[in-house]
C-alpha cells in the first residue's frame, strides 16, 4: 500500500486484543492446565496461517484479511503468553528462572532473526505464496512438538473455585501495592508505546531511508534478534543475578537511545550495528520483565501477573504504533520514531526515582 500508517495498523491489530482479554488470560492460566492452552492456541494460529495461505494462492487478499488475521494472532498471544510463561516457572523453579527465561528468549529470538532473514529472501525469490508455505509448514511443526511438552501437574491449579471478579481485584490490587511491579508495569507501559513500535517500521526505514530491498530490510529486522540472542545468552549463563530491576531499567534506556542513533544513520552497516546492540538491552528488558513479574507475586497469582504485564504491552502498543503512523504519514518515519523515543527517556526518569526497581533486589514474596 505504500503507507507506513496501514503498516502500523498491522502491529495496532495484532496488540488490539491484549488490553481486552489478557487479565482473563492470566486467570484461566492460573486455573486450567497449561498444556492444553498452548496447545490450543497454536493450533488457532495454524488454521489463521492456512487461511491467509489460500487466500494468497486464490490472489484474494486484502487489507482487511491481514488485519483480521494478526488481530486472531494477537487475540491467542494473550491466551498463550500467560500460561507459557508461568509453565517456565513450574518447570524450574525460582532458582534456575532467570536462566530459563533466558533460554525462553534465546529460542524467541532465533526464530524472529531467521524469519526475517528467510521471509526477505523468498519473497525475492518465490513471492508471497512460497514464504507462506515455509510459513505455514513452521507452524504445523511446532504444533506437533507442543502435543510432546510435558509440564508438572502438581504446578498447575485447576481446582480454584474464587468468584472471578473478586480474583481480577485483587490481584490488580495485589500489583498497586507492590512497589517492585508497579514501576515494571510502568516501564513496560512505556516502553511499549514510545520505544517497540520502531521495529514495525523498520522496513519503512530501510527501503525509504536506506535505499535497500526485500532481503536487505530482512537482514536489517533481524540485527536487532542477533543482539537479542547475545544478550540472552550472557543472562543464561549468569549466576545469583538477584537485582533483576536494573538489567530491565538500563536495557529500557539503551533500547531508547539506539532508536534515535538508527533512525538518523545514512549508512546501511552503521544502522545493522546500531540495531544490533539495541537487541542486547531488549535482551535485557525482555527477561528482566517476565522475571519481575514471576518473582514478584505469590505462586497463585503468577498467571494473573503475567496477564497484568500483557495488558499494559496492549494498551501501549496500539496507542503509540497509530500515533507514529499518523506523524510519519504527516512529517517523516525518522522524526516520528525520534521524538516518541526521546518522549520515552524523559518518561521512565520517575521509576528510576520513585520505584525501587534499581535499589531493590528481587525475591518471592509469601503466598
Not at 540495531?275 to 520483565?289: H, K, S
Amino acid at each position: 500500500t505504500d503507507s507506513p500508517f496501514q503498516l502500523g495498523l498491522v502491529l495496532v491489530f495484532n496488540n488490539l486484543p491484549r488490553p481486552f482479554l489478557s487479565l482473563f488470560t492470566g486467570l484461566i492460566a492460573d486455573r486450567f492446565s497449561r498444556h492444553r492452552i498452548l496447545v490450543i492456541a497454536q493450533t488457532i494460529n495454524t488454521l489463521s496461517a492456512s487461511i491467509i495461505l489460500f487466500l494468497i494462492a486464490q490472489d484474494q487478499i486484502l487489507t482487511w484479511h491481514v488485519f483480521l488475521a494478526v488481530f486472531v494472532q494477537g487475540a491467542t498471544k494473550s491466551l498463550e503468553d500467560p500460561s507459557r510463561r508461568t509453565a517456565i516457572f513450574d518447570i524450574v523453579g525460582d532458582r534456575h528462572l532467570v536462566n530459563a527465561l533466558s533460554l525462553d528468549t534465546i529460542s524467541n529470538t532465533a526464530g524472529k532473526m531467521i524469519g526475517p532473514l528467510l521471509g526477505g529472501a523468498l519473497l525475492d525469490v518465490s513471492g508471497f505464496s512460497g514464504a507462506y508455505i515455509f510459513a505455514l509448514i513452521i507452524h504445523f511443526l511446532a504444533l506437533a512438538v507442543l502435543t510432546q511438552v510435558r509440564i508438572p501437574v502438581s504446578a498447575t491449579n485447576s481446582g480454584q473455585t474464587e468468584n472471578v471478579w473478586h480474583s481480577l481485584k485483587v490481584s490488580v490490587g495485589y500489583a498497586f501495592h507492590s512497589p517492585m511491579l508497579l514501576g515494571m508495569l510502568y516501564v513496560t507501559l512505556v516502553m511499549n508505546a514510545l520505544a517497540f513500535p520502531v521495529q514495525q517500521f523498520i522496513p519503512a526505514v530501510g527501503r525509504d531511508h536506506l535505499g535497500v530491498g526485500a532481503t536487505l530490510v530482512g537482514l536489517l529486522v533481524a540485527a536487532e534478534e542477533i543482539g537479542q540472542l547475545a544478550g540472552a545468552g550472557l543472562m543464561a549463563l549468569s549466576q545469583n543475578l538477584r537485582y533483576h530491576g536494573r538489567v530491565f531499567f538500563f536495557g529500557s534506556v539503551i533500547v531508547l537511545v539506539i532508536v534515535i542513533l538508527f533512525v538518523w544513520s545514512p549508512w546501511y552497516a552503521v544502522s545493522f550495528a546500531i540495531l544490533t546492540i539495541g537487541g542486547v538491552g531488549q535482551a535485557g528488558f525482555g527477561t528482566m520483565q517476565s522475571a519481575i513479574t514471576l518473582m514478584g507475586a505469590p505462586k497463585e497469582m503468577r498467571g494473573r501477573m503475567m496477564g497484568l504485564m500483557s495488558v499494559c504491552i496492549g494498551i501501549g502498543t496500539p496507542l503509540g504504533t497509530l500515533e507514529i503512523g499518523a506523524v510519519a504519514s504527516a512529517f517523516s518515519t525518522q522524526w516520528a520514531l525520534s521524538l516518541n523515543a526521546l518522549a520515552g527517556l524523559i518518561l521512565i526518569i520517575p521509576a528510576l526515582l520513585l520505584s525501587p526497581l534499581v535499589w531493590q533486589r528481587s525475591a518471592n514474596p509469601p503466598s
